[in-house]
């Protein structure tokens, strides 16, 4: 159906930078919605960026105007530039993505999610 594969994790120091990356792979027919959510330790998953297929864009108050949401749709990518990295941005960052998918007799919809990718940010 459709795999999502992040990348672009790490750890930085606290006002460091990170650009995640997720790309979207399958018999794609077409992409919706995409975003970025994160789990730190002990806490739920929450959103942190979500962009529609007309660009609009949504943020968490915790990231807006250090966090930047972007997408490639020739590519089915999406992304995340996180700038002035804190301590408790720390977590792991998941992309989840939605739309139509092909089959043999048309389509179905999909929601899909990544396999995490790990941010560490160091004070």
């Known amino acids: 159906q459709v795999q999502l594969v992040e990348s672009g994790g790490g750890l930085v120091q606290a006002g460091g930078s990170l650009r995640l990356s997720c790309a979207a792979s399958?018999?794609?027919?077409?992409?919706?919605?995409m975003g970025w959510h994160r789990q730190a330790p002990g806490k739920q998953r929450e959103l942190v960026a979500t962009t529609t297929s007309r660009d609009s864009t949504n943020y968490a108050d915790s990231v807006k105007g250090r966090f930047t949401i972007s997408r490639d749709n020739a590519k089915k990518t999406v992304y995340l530039q996180m700038n002035n990295l804190k301590p408790e941005d720390a977590a792991v960052y998941y992309c989840?993505?939605?739309?139509?998918?092909?089959?043999?007799?048309?389509?179905?919809?999909?929601?899909?999610w990544g396999q995490g990718t790990q941010v560490t940010v160091s004070s």
């Open positions: 989840n993505a939605g739309g139509r998918y092909l089959t043999p007799t048309g389509w179905n919809s999909f929601d899909s």
């Open positions: 399958g018999s794609i027919f077409s992409i919706n919605g």
